[in-house]
């Protein structure tokens, strides 16, 4: 039995429908994409749980009752009753999309206040996952409590798989962004990034750099996602460029990167060498962009 661990915030989605100018209502974000997938891609034995925290109204009363739905575990969550849920709309532009977000005073902006919530659900784990998201939320000092946890768990056995999704509105300032990314980098034994973004705010030349940084800092492997283009891996002291066929159909990219990462995760798992990981992550990402929302029908 394999168990992962995703650590992030679950929020309220209003996403786009095929109707123009109506939206439904669903939940999502990042690290929570990233589970719902692997939890479709894994076998029943397996587990998948996940660490946030929300409130204790009506509407996080749902998103809870949504996770069970969907086998993830929610026994680790922490409920607040002075806080809630954070929410999001997708807006779209010929399948690009932009976000507009209400997340202030969110739960999950709270969730390391009890960390011992965090070491408990890590117990008996084998991956931790996690991404620039999920830092970017939490004041410095939990996310420095959050790095010493993280660390931990990798000194015990565990692994660490780290999407830095770099956003640079939710933090005060880029030089703050990419310290506190290649800090919790640094805890990470995979890391998953995206080359444009890297490029933009690290000034990467190439997905090599890219890789070449991540490696610097302690990591063992890196995979560097690249839109469309070939995707540059890095395993085991092996660097594999890999072609990726470029999908003709794309109505809405929520979400790409975190089912990419889901398919390549769940690969892995299952036994499968790097390349062939990468291929099953971005045949799942083909598949998720071709539909509207971040969660979609998958076929498994």
């Given at each position: 039995?394999?168990?992962?661990?995703?650590?992030?915030e679950?929020?309220?989605?209003?996403?786009?429908?095929?109707?123009?100018?109506?939206?439904?209502?669903?939940?999502?974000?990042?690290?929570?994409?990233?589970?719902?997938?692997?939890?479709?891609?894994?076998?029943?034995?397996?587990?998948?749980?996940?660490?946030?925290?929300?409130?204790?109204?009506?509407?996080?009363?749902?998103?809870?009752?949504?996770l069970?739905?969907?086998?993830?575990?929610?026994?680790?969550?922490?409920?607040?009753?002075?806080?809630?849920?954070?929410?999001?709309?997708?807006?779209?532009?010929?399948?690009?999309?932009?976000?507009?977000?209400?997340?202030?005073?969110?739960?999950?902006?709270?969730?390391?206040?009890?960390?011992?919530?965090?070491?408990?659900?890590?117990?008996?784990?084998?991956?931790?996952?996690?991404?620039?998201?999920?830092?970017?939320?939490?004041?410095?000092?939990?996310?420095?409590?959050l790095?010493?946890?993280?660390?931990?768990?990798?000194?015990?056995?565990g692994?660490?798989?780290?999407?830095?999704?770099?956003?640079?509105?939710?933090?005060?300032?880029?030089?703050?962004?990419?310290?506190?990314?290649?800090?919790?980098?640094?805890?990470?034994?995979?890391?998953?990034?995206?080359?444009?973004?890297?490029?933009?705010w690290?000034?990467?030349?190439?997905?090599?750099?890219?890789?070449?940084?991540?490696?610097?800092?302690?990591?063992?492997?890196?995979?560097?996602?690249?839109?469309?283009?070939?995707?540059?891996?890095?395993?085991?002291?092996?660097?594999?460029?890999?072609?990726?066929?470029?999908?003709?159909?794309?109505?809405?990219?929520?979400?790409?990167?975190?089912?990419?990462?889901?398919?390549?995760?769940?690969?892995?798992?299952?036994?499968q060498?790097?390349?062939?990981?990468?291929?099953?992550?971005?045949?799942?990402?083909a598949?998720?962009?071709?539909?509207?929302?971040?969660?979609?029908?998958?076929?498994?």
């Amino acid at each position: 039995m394999t168990r992962v661990v995703a650590i992030g915030e679950c929020m309220v989605e209003f996403s786009a429908t095929a109707r123009q100018g109506h939206y439904q209502l669903g939940f999502a974000g990042d690290t929570l994409n990233t589970a719902w997938y692997l939890r479709r891609l894994l076998g029943p034995s397996d587990q998948v749980d996940y660490v946030t925290g929300v409130g204790t109204d009506n509407i996080s009363d749902q998103m809870l009752a949504f996770l069970e739905s969907a086998g993830i575990g929610t026994t680790h969550i922490q409920r607040m009753a002075d806080r809630t849920v954070g929410l999001y709309m997708i807006q779209l532009d010929e399948g690009e999309r932009s976000f507009a977000y209400w997340r202030g005073e969110s739960a999950a902006r709270a969730m390391m206040q009890d960390s011992d919530r965090l070491r408990e659900a890590l117990t008996g784990a084998q991956i931790a996952y996690l991404s620039g998201i999920t830092i970017a939320i939490l004041p410095q000092a939990d996310r420095e409590i959050l790095a010493r946890i993280l660390g931990d768990f990798r000194q015990s056995g565990g692994q660490v798989v780290f999407d830095p999704n770099l956003r640079p509105r939710l933090w005060q300032s880029p030089a703050q962004m990419t310290a506190a990314v290649m800090a919790i980098a640094g805890v990470a034994d995979t890391v998953l990034p995206s080359y444009e973004d890297e490029a933009a705010w690290f000034g990467d030349s190439d997905p090599a750099e890219t890789a070449r940084r991540y490696l610097g800092v302690g990591a063992q492997s890196v995979v560097v996602k690249n839109g469309p283009g070939d995707i540059l891996a890095v395993a085991n002291g092996e660097e594999i460029v890999i072609p990726i066929r470029p999908s003709t159909n794309v109505v809405d990219t929520t979400a790409a990167g975190d089912s990419f990462n889901a398919g390549f995760l769940a690969a892995l798992l299952d036994g499968q060498q790097t390349r062939d990981a990468v291929l099953a992550g971005a045949d799942l990402s083909a598949r998720v962009i071709g539909q509207y929302g971040a969660l979609v029908d998958i076929g498994q």
